[in-house]
């Protein structure tokens, strides 16, 4: 019986291990799930310092306080600028990168898709990240999203620095325009 059950311990002990080897760092610091932005007229703004995302229509006046804001795949600072990483997982960055960082520049967004089978979409200038803005890419019909696996640096107006993660464009029960991300705010202090 010994012989019996030390196999099967032995391989449960080999399963956790692989599991706590195979575990990401990417919920390190603060972890946002399903955060809805999936509305073509509103943009979700989040303050790193709060942690607390706020939806304001497209046409409403900017919070006070805010670092970056997100807008289906679009992402905009707030007077700011970002770099996507080499880092794959946010407690492989631990050196801020010595690559140039991007301010936002000014774009159209689509606000409203409403008329698109009759080949209307409604647009509007807004400033955008480039770089922020390739966390999520799509392709094909029906869409298929693909979160990017690189850690992004944004640096905030203030001069202090947070590390972003995606990793999902999907909720959990798989409605894409849902966002889900950890970060580390402040970064490299």
Not at 36 to 54: K, M
Not at 76 to 102: H, Q, R, V, W
Not at 110 to 116: F, H, K, L, P, T
Not at 153 to 160: A, L, M, S
Request: net charge negative; glycine share 4%.
């Amino acid at each position: 019986m010994k012989t019996k059950i030390f196999p099967a311990v032995f391989v449960a002990l080999c399963l956790l291990c692989l599991a706590a080897c195979n575990k990401s760092n990417d919920t390190q610091g603060n972890l946002l799930t399903d955060v809805d932005v999936s509305a073509y007229d509103q943009w979700v703004y989040l303050s790193f310092e709060s942690g607390v995302p706020l939806t304001l229509n497209v046409e409403e006046a900017e919070p006070a306080q805010w670092d970056i804001a997100l807008h289906r795949g679009d992402v905009k600072t707030n007077k700011g600028a970002a770099l996507k990483s080499n880092a794959t997982s946010l407690s492989a960055l631990s050196e801020l990168p010595a690559d140039e960082f991007t301010p936002d520049i000014t774009d159209s967004i689509a606000v409203d898709m409403s008329g698109m089978m009759q080949g209307i979409v409604i647009y509007k200038e807004s400033e955008i990240n480039p770089v922020l803005s390739s966390w999520v890419s799509r392709s094909g019909m029906p869409p298929v999203y693909t979160v990017s696996k690189n850690v992004y640096v944004v640096r905030t107006q203030e001069g202090k620095y947070a590390k972003l993660k995606f990793s999902s464009f999907t909720s959990s029960d798989d409605k894409s325009g849902f966002a889900t991300f950890s970060y580390v705010y402040p970064a490299f202090e």
